[in-house]
């Protein structure tokens, strides 16, 4: 695992104990012949499914690469606190108040709809890696990154939030495309800059509004 983050899945107790586990079934079963470690993976998620042969190398089978699974973990940390930065926004839509209201509610509305996109594309580059995606709010706010409640403050308390959070994320998501590109795996680098240049501008725009 690589820790690029602040917090990382396997620093929580419940994850780490969730992958050793599923790390020891694997072993056990191989070294009993049931089953490979790739098909026992699987049937502890409830059924077989292929695995995808993109080209990009398994971590399980490498310590000199970061692999498919690393890769897989890293987006669905992004994922998990781009989605609570999409309910923060939403949320601030509908509880914003003050002079200027009608301006904020309209930008918020603009920036959570961008936030739920961005949450499907990366659900289904995780998807696409052989990961399963989140199956829970729980495990989503369980792995994220930036604060899960900030009440319903004033509206320039709420645009240094969400500024906040997008300056968290164009950080993070530039740190982990390096991580893919270095792991071969151009398809998810070109996502996470694509991510960055958009939490970037989005991060502009809130600082604009907070120029006086
Ligand atoms: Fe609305």
Not at 9 to 29: F, Y
Not at 92 to 101: D, E, K, L, S
Not at 140 to 159: Q, T
């Amino acid at each position: 695992m690589i820790a690029i983050f602040a917090r990382s899945p396997l620093d929580d107790e419940g994850a780490r104990v969730e992958v050793l586990s599923a790390r020891e079934r694997d072993h056990r079963l191989s070294s009993t012949g049931s089953a490979s470690p790739r098909h026992a993976a699987h049937a502890a998620q409830g059924g077989r499914t292929m695995e995808p042969r993109i080209g990009i190398d398994d971590g399980r089978r490498s310590t000199a690469e970061t692999g498919r699974r690393e890769i897989s973990e890293i987006v669905t940390h992004v994922m998990a606190d781009t989605y609570v930065l999409y309910f923060q926004t939403q949320s601030f839509h509908w509880n914003v108040r003050g002079p200027h209201f009608h301006a904020l509610h309209k930008m918020f509305e603009e920036q959570y709809d961008q936030l739920a996109e961005a949450v499907d594309e990366l659900a289904e580059r995780v998807r696409a890696l052989g990961a399963l995606a989140p199956t829970s709010l729980g495990q989503i706010a369980s792995i994220a990154r930036i604060p899960l409640d900030h009440g319903a403050p004033g509206a320039r308390g709420m645009v240094e939030i969400l500024l906040r959070g997008h300056e968290h994320l164009a950080r993070d998501t530039r740190r982990a495309a390096e991580i893919a590109e270095e792991s071969g795996d151009g398809v998810t680098h070109d996502m996470l800059i694509g991510r960055a240049e958009e939490h970037e501008k989005t991060a502009w725009m809130l600082r604009a509004t907070l120029d006086e």
